[in-house]
């Protein structure tokens, strides 16, 4: 599966952005997902995740209750909708497809999603 996100942008504090990310091909309903995203000199760490029905999802504390994660079989596409943004939410956002469902005690693993995005650049200014 080949992965295209985008949406991103410089919003102010406070602000909203929503990212997109398509997938190709015709099997997108059997890949659970995830966004992550990596900040200068640091690692890439996890943001949020969902299951291949949209039905289960999985957020970082940094991020919970002010993110949401969620998916359009349809369309090929996950999206993450960020609400409240905070200048340390500035960091280059990636998203991950991994092959068959994810279990809650994986869903924050980087190492489980074999399959990665371009990433796209959200700035948020204080």
């Known amino acids: 599966v080949q992965l295209q996100a985008f949406g991103g942008g410089l919003v102010q504090a406070g602000g909203f952005l929503r990212l997109s990310c398509l997938a190709s091909?015709?099997?997108?309903?059997?890949?659970?997902m995830g966004w992550f995203r990596q900040a200068p000199g640091q690692e890439r760490e996890f943001v949020a995740s969902?299951?291949?029905?949209?039905?289960?999802?999985y957020y970082s504390d940094s991020v919970k209750g002010r993110f949401t994660i969620s998916r359009v079989n349809a369309k090929n596409t996950v999206y993450l909708q960020m609400d409240s943004l905070r200048p340390e939410d500035t960091a280059v956002y990636y998203c991950?497809?991994?092959?068959?469902?994810?279990?809650?005690?994986?869903?924050?693993?980087?190492?489980?999603?074999?399959?990665w995005g371009q990433g796209t650049q959200v700035t948020v200014s204080s």
């Open positions: 091909g015709r099997t997108f309903s059997m890949y659970a």
């Open positions: 991950g497809a991994k092959q068959g469902e994810i279990l809650s005690h994986v869903a924050a693993l980087r190492r489980v999603f074999h399959y």
């Open positions: 969902i299951g291949r029905s949209g039905d289960n999802t």
